[in-house]
Nanobody, 117 residues
């Protein structure tokens, strides 16, 4: 019912910045919350940040102060502004959305972020 497509990943030097985008289509009016996760090779997908339909945000501890999650008013675009990037931020980043009263979860395909000099 909802399709999510991440973009904006790429190669950036340590200390640099990068903004990820997630375009949502379909039943976007049913989205309750959206978020960003990341996954290292061979590791579990981990929370980066979430934002509710009302705009409340939370962040994983390692991202707080460096990353900022936001969305547009229409609710069909999610962003992750990443600053002061570190090599350990290298991962595949995924956006997700929770829909409807049952909080059905949808995932994007992921976008690779590589932080290297």
């Amino acid at each position: 019912q909802v399709q999510l497509v991440e973009s904006g990943g790429g190669l950036v030097q340590p200390g640099g910045s990068l903004t990820l985008s997630c375009a949502a289509s379909g039943s976007i009016f049913n989205i309750n919350a959206m978020g960003w996760y990341r996954q290292y090779p061979g590791k579990e997908r981990e929370l980066v940040a979430t934002i509710t339909s009302s705009g409340s945000t939370n962040y994983a501890g390692s991202m707080k102060g460096r990353f900022t999650i936001s969305k547009n008013n229409a609710g069909n675009a999610l962003f992750l502004q990443m600053n002061s990037l570190k090599p350990e931020d290298t991962a595949v980043y995924y956006c997700n959305a929770l829909l409807g009263p049952f909080r059905r979860r949808y995932w994007g395909q992921g976008t690779q972020v590589t932080v290297s000099s």
